[in-house]
């Protein structure tokens, strides 16, 4: 069975770093490209990154350039995301999400995970 | 910036009716355009990649047409299970996705 499960979600101070992670399952983990997605609470779908299968090509939208960091490691078939300098507006559920092969049509998605940033 | 307009924002409909999103964008993105279901406190499913294309699973009563800059999803015969809110989301340039429709039972 094919299966994302993210980790590391939690409440965080402004300005504040958290590590998520993302643990795939039932596939060739390193035939796929793999991207983060956000949902802000009872808002829409905002794509966050993209890391191609072999962790060559990336990409950031906007709001987190400069700030996040998208890794991946193939041998443990995991992916990370990493984020510094955290703001309000960072505050929604985190999800991984599976391309079907090279490209950014997301056929899978892990459970999320909820990043809360407070103070 | 390819900004994803859906529309409308919300469709009220009964089971058994025909129903059809419509998801305009502000620059052609050829056919590079999926469209998800979410259902409330659940991931979003893919449900047609690259314009007219059904993921593995969905059932037949759904497809999408268009390319350039307008598409359509449509939904015939509506089952009770498929009342959700609807995602466009294109991938020509970078990704992004539409705001959101919801299809509501009437």
């Known amino acids: ?119 | 910036e390819i900004v994803l307009t859906q529309s409308p924002a919300t469709l009220s409909l009964s089971p058994g009716e025909r129903a059809t999103l419509s998801c305009r964008a502000s620059q052609s993105v050829s056919s590079y355009l999926a469209w998800y279901q979410q259902k409330p406190g659940q991931a979003p499913r893919l449900l047609i990649y690259d314009a007219s294309n059904r993921a593995t699973g969905i059932p037949a009563r759904f497809s999408g047409s268009g390319s350039g800059t307008d598409f359509t999803l449509t939904i015939t015969s509506l089952e009770p299970e498929d009342f959700a809110v609807y995602y466009c989301q294109q991938r020509s340039n970078l990704v992004t996705f539409g705001q959101g429709a919801r299809l509501e039972i009437k």
Request: aromatic fraction near 10%.
């Open chain 1, 1 to 119: 069975e094919v299966q994302l499960v993210e980790s590391g979600g939690g409440l965080v101070q402004p300005g504040g770093s958290l590590r998520l992670s993302c643990a795939a399952s039932g596939f060739t983990f390193s035939s796929h490209s793999m991207s983060w997605v956000r949902q802000a609470p009872g808002k829409g779908l905002e794509w966050v990154s993209y890391i191609s299968s072999g962790g060559i090509t990336i990409y950031y939208a906007d709001s987190v350039r400069g700030r996040f960091t998208i890794s991946r490691d193939n041998a443990k078939n995991s992916l990370h995301l990493q984020m510094n300098v955290l703001r309000d507006e960072d505050t929604a559920v985190y999800y991984c999400a599976r391309g079907r092969g090279v490209d950014a049509n997301f056929d899978c998605w892990g459970q999320g995970t909820l990043v809360t940033v407070s103070s």
